[in-house]
């Protein structure tokens, strides 16, 4: 069966940086773009950041854009959210989530086939 696998998550004071990873298995990785969310206590989940299948084409919220940066290694069947100058509103637990949907970006969540079960993310002021 298909599974995603986040990684990477944890304690980070403000400005700092972590890398989430995303693990994928069970499905032609490839053939699949790929996208973060996230969720922060009492609210909704929201788009973070999506790569197509080639990672040569990326789209951002506008609250991470400069800040967060998604990439893909199609060899290790891998998806990646750099994340620099972290502040506490970044603070939530961290989804990564599989489409087939065509299309070049891809935001909502009803778009995405397969998803992770998460990895926290808490950042300290």
């Known amino acids: 069966q298909v599974q995603l696998v986040e990684s990477g998550g944890g304690l980070v004071q403000a400005g700092g940086s972590l890398r989430l990873a995303c693990a994928a298995s069970?499905?032609?990785?490839?053939?699949?773009?790929m996208g973060w969310f996230r969720q922060a206590p009492g609210k909704e989940r929201e788009f973070v950041a999506s790569i197509n299948w080639s990672g040569g084409s990326t789209d951002y919220a506008d609250f991470v854009k400069g800040r967060f940066t998604i990439s893909r290694d199609n060899a290790k069947n891998t998806v990646y959210l750099q994340m620099n100058s972290l502040k506490p509103e970044d603070t939530a637990v961290y989804y990564c989530a599989a489409t087939s949907w065509s299309g070049s970006t891809w935001k909502r969540e009803f778009e995405y086939r397969y998803w992770g079960q998460g990895t926290q993310v808490s950042v300290s002021s």
């Open positions: 069970g499905l032609t990785f490839s053939s699949y773009a």
